[in-house]
């Protein structure tokens, strides 16, 4: 009886192993006499661009893969078209420069489609504006087509590339900084005396958002933070997810330095601390535009 059971045991592995042999053969007839696709290098992007009313070129790379790619010889021409699903109107959102390209042996089958985005006339809503919580940014859908050779197809997999519109941020530029800075171990005394000096800065903010600009951080040039200007002038402002200290608007030791941006000049008066050894570190900054507002 246990002869009988170790026999029936090694047929069923052999059955078993039998199979597994087939499966993997199979795979293998249908890779080597698969179809090989033109595809997007990246399926989904956003398009991030000023919406100031100058155009911009993206390039969208396309591509050739499959099993058996390295055996074909001939050009494949490739089209894109406009799928349904798209939001994106053409010659209001894009304009698509060559939706015809070849792709060839000689340059590996690579090949890129030029899309233009057009911003003028398509301001998105100021961030943090109830207009700009009901916007949705135009959305282009694009499809493949191939021709040129039986083993070749389009993907069927379709591009989705967002029309990222960002609108001109008023805040972006560079501006002269005063800043003082106390340390509560390092020297200096406050709220008179800052640790350096007060130091005159160079700072430059650069446009994230309508409202939101990113510069660097305290008196370091290796770690950068996030000035935003709300609707009401108030400010949010964020630090490096690497800095290891929570920062905190304000300042600890004078409820009166309140963050804020003045329309009237342009200054932005920054107040913000961290808590080290010792005690806090407070800064104030004081950016004042260069040339004024």
Request: charged share 20%.
């Amino acid at each position: 009886m246990k002869t009988l059971k170790y026999f029936l045991i090694i047929i069923l592995s052999l059955g078993t192993f039998n199979s597994c042999l087939v499966d993997d053969e199979t795979r293998y007839d249908l890779n080597d006499n698969g179809l090989n696709i033109v595809t997007f290098e990246t399926l989904t992007s956003n398009l991030s661009c000023l919406a100031n009313g100058n155009e911009y070129i993206f390039n969208l790379k396309v591509k050739l893969v499959g099993p058996t790619k390295d055996n074909i010889t001939n050009d494949i021409t490739v089209t894109a078209s406009v799928d349904p699903s798209s939001t994106a109107e053409e010659n209001l959102h894009y304009k698509i420069l060559n939706p015809t390209i070849t792709l060839s042996p000689d340059n590996n089958f690579l090949g890129v489609m030029e899309l233009t985005v057009i911003t003028e006339g398509n301001t998105p809503p100021m961030d943090d504006t109830p207009e700009f919580e009901d916007y949705v940014a135009p959305i282009l859908v694009l499809q493949l087509d191939a021709t040129g050779d039986p083993m070749v197809t389009g993907s069927g997999k379709l591009g989705t590339y967002t029309l990222a519109y960002t609108p001109p941020n008023p805040y972006a530029g560079d501006y002269n900084v005063e800043m003082r800075y106390f340390h509560p171990t390092a020297g200096g005394t406050y709220p008179t005396d800052p640790y350096g000096g007060v130091r005159a800065l160079e700072k430059t903010l650069v446009a994230v958002t309508g409202r939101k600009c990113e510069t660097w951080f305290g008196v370091w040039d290796t770690d950068k933070c996030w000035i935003t200007v709300k609707a009401d002038n108030s400010i949010v402002f964020e630090v490096w997810e690497d800095w290891p200290y929570d920062v905190k608007l304000g300042d600890p030791k004078d409820a009166s330095k309140v963050s804020h941006y003045d329309p009237a000049t342009g200054i932005i008066y920054l107040y913000y601390y961290y808590e080290g050894s010792g005690g806090p570190r407070i800064f104030w900054e004081i950016f004042t535009p260069v040339g004024g507002k």
